[in-house]
T-cell receptor
Framework: DTEVTQTPKHLVMGMTNKKSLKCEQH?????MYWYKQKAKKPPELMFV???????INESVPSRFSPECPNSSLLNLHLHALQPEDSALYLC???????????????FGPGTRLTVL | AQSVAQPEDQVNVAEGNPLTVKCTYS??????LFWYVQYPNRGLQFLLK??????LVKGSYGFEAEFNKSQTSFHLKKPSALVSDSALYFC??????????????FGTGTLLAVQP
């Protein structure tokens, strides 16, 4: 299985809602990532988990809260978002080996988020 | 500052003609180089990468890329374009050393349009 899955595909939420995005991979990858992508722009890194521990937080507002319950799952909890947070949210994973950083990332199809 | 440049927002080519999508980078220390493709409303798909060795790298769907160390470039090429190659292409660079090795630095993207 060489696939990263993301649910839901689409999400519409109000500014006072709480929702979660889910990402799953069964490739045995120990690095997982959240990206935010605006239309026709490159993905912007939000968070990196390495061996289920948060290793990079790109100064993301606290209304985004990541969680890595196990080596296959990655969640992104959303609360009190703003309309400018509307975007495609991409999850990715990659193999993780000490001292090795050339492994490519596998991306999921994304969740299209609209904040009203 | 470390950066990746894709100087063309859009490249137009006729089906059957060769195509080139340009990428140059300003990242120290012999970084790893990647190309990804994104079809509409989809996640990114890995095409190919350069780690070391032969300057010409072959990848998926008939694409190849040429690494030029002196020009710090990694141009994507295909001998004969297909209409189905029309998509958004991202060049990405990952530092070989240092604390940021988990991070991909993306170029701004190039929209490839192949006309029938």
């Amino acid at each position: 299985d060489t696939e990263v899955t993301q649910t839901p595909k689409h999400l519409v939420m109000g500014m006072t809602n709480k929702k979660s995005l889910k990402c799953e991979q069964h490739m045995g990858h120990r690095a997982m990532y959240w990206y935010k992508q605006k239309a026709k722009k490159p993905p912007e890194l939000m968070f990196v988990y390495s061996y289920e521990k948060l290793s990079i937080n790109e100064s993301v507002p606290s209304r985004f809260s990541p969680e890595c319950p196990n080596s296959s799952l990655l969640n992104l909890h959303l609360h009190a978002l703003q309309p400018e947070d509307s975007a495609l949210y991409l999850c990715a994973s990659s193999q993780e080996r000490l001292g090795v950083s050339y492994n490519e990332q596998f991306f999921g199809p994304g969740t299209r988020l609209t904040v009203l | 500052a470390q950066s990746v440049a894709q100087p063309e927002d859009q490249v137009n080519v006729a089906e059957g003609n060769p195509l080139t999508v340009k990428c140059t980078y300003s990242v120290s220390g012999n970084p790893y180089l990647f190309w990804y493709v994104q079809y509409p409303n989809r996640g990114l798909q890995f095409l190919l990468k350069y780690i070391t060795g032969d300057n010409l790298v072959k990848g998926s769907y008939g694409f190849e890329a040429e690494f030029n160390k002196s020009q710090t470039s990694f141009h994507l090429k295909k001998p004969s374009a297909l209409v189905s190659d029309s998509a958004l292409y991202f060049c990405a660079v990952r530092p070989r050393y240092g604390g940021a090795t988990n991070k991909l630095i993306f170029g701004t993207g190039t929209l490839l349009a192949v006309q029938p």
